[in-house]
């Protein structure tokens, strides 16, 4: 004969601790402990509210926020998309938001969108139904569903690389534009005039703004777009995008010796491409990049780069989305103090 199972009063089959238990555990109503846990304690007695987060720590209580998502159309969950969180300068950038967000009380989730638009669209719709208290998107594309969302989705925050349809739109991060601009001040200081640039699709904003700025610069000093030689090649792996463009740099007679590239990752790429034809990449050339990667010291200490350091991007996130939920329609464009990395290496032709 099977044995008999005892039974237990208040089962939970999937093992979670619940509101009745921890107000039996207090020896309070499952009102009143409702009430405490979501901060309402001027109904209760003193000791009434140590009873009930007393049990709560005891037990290990962690309210459902599902409820609370239905009822408020908002969760605590932040989405971050971002073009390519293999590129380490996305992931210290994911990294530093989400210990901020943390600390806030949010919950990130992060989600890849190879710089796709169908993908994009289709976890900023999975953000809509999860009820997301925001959406962060750190290299945003153009897409149907985000133009949709600017006017009944979650709030939306732009990270490096601005709103590709829509300039008013919440933005936080490096001031592409000016960084291009302290790149040229460089150059004409050290008496630079022959120089490449390197960049991919021009359809992406931060590198048409970093590369207008550097042409505007290079302008005032006499040293016009048609006098640099542009070498840019479509795809979305700048390590790929750098080493074809390096190429098409390395078939001109006598070509320029110092290399912008819009990226650090294209710098690696175009240093790859030297090393390949048994040149000298340290000797012989000189890169400057943009994004300041953290690797940066630790495997390419003869990168010359821009930008902003990852931790920046925590509290400034928090300080743009906070702006957003207190109305601010168009907000101003929060611009995260960036700094030059140099190499220590004199630029080739320098004066």
Not at 209 to 237: F, K, P, S, T, W
Request: proline residues 5%; glycine residues 8%; hydrophobic residues 40%.
């Amino acid at each position: 004969m099977p044995a008999k199972t005892e039974s237990r009063k208040n089962n939970n089959k999937n093992g979670r601790v619940s509101l009745a238990m921890v107000a039996a555990h207090a020896g309070v109503s499952i009102a009143t402990a409702s009430r405490i846990i979501n901060g309402i304690t001027n109904k209760a007695s003193k000791q009434t509210v140590e009873r009930v987060r007393a049990s709560v720590e005891a037990l290990h209580y962690r309210p459902a926020s599902i409820g609370r998502a239905l009822r408020c159309q908002e969760s605590r969950i932040i989405g971050l998309l971002a073009a390519a969180i293999e590129n380490p300068t996305m992931a210290a950038i994911a990294a530093s938001i989400e210990r901020a967000l943390r600390d806030e009380g949010y919950v990130m989730s992060v989600c890849d969108t190879y710089e796709r638009a169908d993908v994009q669209d289709e976890y900023l719709l999975e953000m809509q139904s999860q009820l997301a208290r925001a959406v962060i998107i750190v290299g945003a594309v153009g897409s149907p569903v985000l133009d949709r969302m600017r006017e009944s989705g979650p709030p939306m925050l732009f990270v490096n690389r601005p709103d590709p349809d829509d300039s008013n739109s919440p933005y936080m991060g490096i001031d592409n534009y000016r960084t291009g601009r302290d790149v040229a001040d460089l150059l004409i200081a050290r008496g630079i005039r022959n120089v490449a640039l390197i960049h991919g699709a021009l359809d992406r904003t931060a590198a048409t703004y970093r590369r207008q700025g550097v042409l505007d610069g290079l302008a005032e000093a006499g040293i016009m777009e048609r006098d640099i030689l542009h070498a840019h090649v479509e795809g979305l792996n700048h390590l790929e995008v750098g080493y074809a463009a390096m190429a098409q740099i390395l078939e001109r007679d006598n070509p320029p010796r110092v290399i912008l590239c819009m990226s650090d990752m294209l710098a690696y790429g175009a240093y790859r491409q030297v090393t390949e034809r048994a040149m000298d990449p340290v000797r012989d050339f000189g890169f400057i990049g943009f994004d300041a990667c953290p690797l940066n010291p630790w495997i390419a200490g003869w990168l010359n780069s821009i930008g902003v350091s990852a931790e920046h991007y925590g509290r400034g996130s928090v300080a743009a989305l906070k702006a957003v939920w207190d109305g601010e329609e168009r907000p101003s464009p929060l611009f995260l103090p960036h700094s030059l990395h140099l190499s220590g290496q004199p630029l080739p032709g320098e004066k």
